[in-house]
Structures are given as C-alpha cells and as structure tokens.
C-alpha cells in the first residue's frame, strides 16, 4: 500500500524491450535510497512494481503485459520523469489516502487553467468509474492523492498547489497527455457490499 504522497521524481535511463514485455532501469533521488531491497514494491506514476535490481540510487523493474495493457507505462521512454513512491510502513503517517498502486484507467488531460498560484487540471474518465468518483473525495493520479474539485459529465477536476507542481510530474502535463488513474480503494468495496443480497 501507499499514500500517494510522491517521495521522488526519478528518471528512466534505460528501456529493453525482454519477450514482449519491458525493463527499465530508473534514477532515484530518494533521501534514503539505501533502504530499499530486491523484492520491494514502488509506485512508479502509481503502478506498484517490484524492485529486480538495485545498484545505489538506480532500480530496475520489469513491466509485465497485463501491466503495459492497463497503464501508460509502455509510453515512457528514456528522460521520462516519474513519480516514485516507497511503499508504506506500519508507523508511517498517512498523509494522502489509502492508495494501492493498481491502476483502474488511463486517461487524458484535457484542460488547464491558472487559478491564482494553483493550476486546475481537467481529465476526461471513463463513464464505468464515474460513479467511483464524488467532489471532495479521493482519487490518484501518476500515484498522486489528490482531491476531487469537481466531477461532471465524466470529467473530472482536481486543483494542484505549487508544492505538488514542482515535486511531482503533474507540473510537466500539457494537454492530451495521458495519466494513470486510481479511484479511491474504499469505493469499490463499498458497491460490492451495495450489491450483496
């Protein structure tokens, strides 16, 4: 599990394509990298992935095709910036929401706006996870928690702060970019339970 708080922006440095699927190998900036062990999971953009290899602050992850079907993790290249996140201790804090790092779309950016110091993102969803979605509720995006302003007709809206701006690669979209999106874990449990008889 994660909290979508976003720890590091690393960079891929390397991409092999290996039987179909990929490897990549990315550049950490994490303060205290040397905790990190083979078989640990990170969010990479919100897709949580296993640790292959480790060599100081560079790790390798294998991306599997159920992954590269799912997420917008075949479109990294080299130079892509990626939001990193360590996964979550039983003393950590739990500062964003409870984010699981399975990725449930891809969607699209589809406008920006300046409001003050903040910037308003808009995305457009799939219309089967609208109904996951409430304002003031939770969702994650490239494993960012942030918080729904608005969601109509399928588009949803979040505000982003410059904090998050520049320690994220939110502050690099431009429209027509593709995220992953994660809806709030506790949704689905919720219309499960709903449809029990």
């Known amino acids: 599990?994660?909290?979508?708080?976003?720890?590091?922006?690393?960079?891929?440095?390397?991409?092999?394509?290996?039987?179909?699927?990929?490897?990549?190998?990315?550049?950490?900036?994490?303060?205290?990298?040397?905790?990190?062990?083979?078989?640990?999971?990170?969010?990479?953009?919100?897709?949580?992935?296993?640790?292959?290899?480790?060599?100081?602050?560079?790790?390798?992850?294998?991306?599997?095709?159920?992954?590269?079907?799912?997420?917008?993790?075949?479109?990294?290249e080299i130079g892509s910036a990626i939001n990193l996140e360590k996964s979550l201790c039983l003393k950590d804090k739990l500062g964003g929401h409870m984010v699981s790092g399975h990725v449930d779309a891809v969607t699209e950016c589809i406008g920006i706006e300046s409001s003050a110091r903040s910037t308003i993102y808009q995305f457009k969803i799939p219309t089967e996870l609208n109904k996951f979605i409430v304002k003031k509720g939770s969702v994650a995006l490239n494993g960012v928690s942030l918080t729904v302003n608005e969601i109509n007709n399928c588009v949803l809206s979040v505000n982003l702060i410059p904090h998050t701006l520049e320690h994220t690669n939110l502050g690099l979209l431009k429209i027509g970019d593709k995220v992953n999106l994660e809806i709030d874990t506790i949704a689905r449990y919720v219309e499960k339970m709903l449809k029990v008889k």
Request: glycine share 10%.
């Open 1 to 76: 599990m994660f909290t979508g708080l976003i720890q590091s922006v690393g960079q891929v440095i390397e991409k092999h394509q290996t039987g179909g699927d990929f490897q990549f190998k990315i550049q950490t900036d994490f303060s205290d990298a040397p905790d990190i062990v083979l078989g640990d999971s990170i969010a990479c953009n919100g897709v949580c992935l296993t640790v292959t290899e480790l060599f100081d602050d560079i790790i390798s992850v294998d991306v599997s095709l159920e992954t590269l079907s799912k997420t917008q993790v075949g479109e990294w």
